[in-house]
């Protein structure tokens, strides 16, 4: 408070009355936000009444024909989809697996990778050979590797303070593994869950193949399955593992970014997006990843327009589809901007699960992002300290090719890998006030991006 209150003598009077104009104007985006959201409701609707969201589904179709609807009866001055095409994998029956060892078969919890193979219909069984990356993989050489399971076992490092950086630490086992292993003549690849929780949700996610090398299937465990599995090839290295699965991937299907927008008053030409993505993994409803991020998208519009705020700026809110295993309409939303001429000035992507605000990352030049740093005094009252060079989102990444500022949401990190890609990313596992408070510091930050430009 001391520091705001230094801040605020040291500006001009003409900016303190602004800023103290903008301070008020931010805590009734926040009363408005606090007191009569519907998001919460927004969500238990497209999380438990629709569900999953996987591109290509019936589920995601749905939610293309509910968003739009629901950004129709807010009376935005535009709604809109925007035509993509997706990739449409399928996951099948419900994966087995089991270890065997000796006599001893012990099933393990495992969930086949998105865009992966199916295994033969009866399943396959070999010898496993562990590793913790690539390096040892290769260190290890197609003579041991050839006809056996590859087990990636590479922790999320714990001790990384945000957990997207352990994630990053160790999400190339799931994107590249099967490759790897099979450039080796492995048969399989069975990869630890991206999480630092241990329990028995396998966590999905998407991986792809190489050219050239044989397709081999690819599923994550859990947690306390690779730790089970871990422990009992120490035992007994000669034990077996079987898996079946029996995903595959269709023909590409057609579908749609849902698109609201209020057009500016004084700009309508200049565009600020905030979004979130609409499609989500079919193991669970998509609550955190990304429901959460799309339903406040939505809320910032409806908040601005309740509050009779009416933006210089075009602001849009943007359900991107296909996130998860393609990024089909990232791309795609950053193609029509650039063959419409559009110009984009900012973007704001809530990706990271709908917990309690701490700040927005930045991508843009060094000049961007101080003046967006300038506005922290009128934010960290609200809990938003951490503002600055950052990530934006995968979505809006498309959209930094145009020139655009990217901005992504960073809500508190701690729990989000706990849900991510499982069956428990499910509404319940949502708290209201805290996706609240991210829709809300989304709303204050669109706010002032539409009354100061970058
Ligand atoms: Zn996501």
């Not at 996951?91 to 000796?102: C, D, F, L, V």
């Not at 509050?307 to 849009?316: D, E, H, S």
Request: with cysteine.
């Amino acid at each position: 408070m001391k520091k705001l209150l230094l801040l605020f003598c040291l500006l001009s009077p003409v900016a303190r009355a602004q800023s103290s104009a903008d301070s008020v104007t931010i805590r009734k985006i926040y009363n408005e936000i606090l007191s009569n959201s519907p998001s919460y409701e927004w969500l238990r609707y497209l999380t438990q009444q629709i569900g999953p969201r996987l591109s290509g589904s019936e589920g995601a179709q749905k939610a293309v024909d509910w968003t739009k609807q629901l950004m129709e009866k807010q009376g935005f001055d535009r709604v809109f989809l925007q035509e993509v095409m997706v990739p449409h994998w399928v996951r099948g029956a419900k994966e087995m697996a089991y270890i065997q060892n000796g006599k001893q078969k012990t099933t393990v919890p495992i969930a086949a990778l998105g865009g992966s193979v199916a295994t033969p219909s009866k399943g396959i069984e070999a010898q496993v050979v562990e590793v913790k990356n690539f390096q040892e993989l290769r260190e290890l050489g197609a003579e041991k590797v050839k006809g056996k399971i590859v087990f990636f076992n590479r922790p999320m490092d714990p001790t990384k303070l945000n957990t997207f950086e352990a994630y990053a630490g160790a999400v190339d086992q799931r994107g590249n593994g099967a490759s790897e292993a099979s450039r080796l003549g492995a048969v399989g690849a069975i990869i630890r869950s991206m999480t630092t929780a241990m329990d028995d949700n396998p966590h999905t996610g998407s991986m792809r193949y190489a050219t050239g090398v044989p397709l081999i299937p690819a599923a994550a465990i859990s947690t306390n399955g690779a730790e089970r599995l871990s422990k009992a090839l120490k035992e007994n290295p000669n034990l077996t593992f079987y898996f079946k699965q029996s995903c595959e991937s269709l023909p590409d299907a057609k579908s749609y970014n849902v698109v609201g927008e209020i057009k500016g008053s004084e700009k309508p030409d200049e565009i600020i997006v905030v979004g979130g993505h609409l499609d989500s993994w079919d193991l669970g409803q998509g609550a955190h990843d990304d429901g959460a991020g799309c339903v406040q998208s939505i809320e910032v519009l409806r908040a601005l327009k309740a509050l009779g705020i009416k933006p210089k700026r075009t602001i849009r809110a943007v359900m991107f589809m296909n996130e998860e295993n393609g990024l089909r309409g990232g791309v795609g939303y950053a193609d029509y901007a650039k063959k419409n001429n559009e110009k984009h000035i900012a973007a704001v992507e809530s990706d990271n699960g709908g917990f309690t605000p701490r700040g927005f990352g930045i991508v843009g030049t060094a000049e961007q992002r101080a003046k967006a740093m300038a506005w922290k005094p009128l934010l960290a009252p609200y809990g938003l300290h951490e503002i600055g060079a950052g990530s934006g989102g995968a979505d809006i990444g498309p959209l930094a090719q145009l020139g655009t500022v990217l901005f992504g949401f960073k809500p508190d990190s701690q729990r989000y890998f706990d849900f991510h890609h499982t069956g428990i990313d499910r509404f319940e596992g949502v708290n209201k006030r805290e996706l609240e408070l991210g829709a809300a510091s989304m709303a204050a930050l669109v706010y002032l991006l539409d009354r100061y430009g970058l």
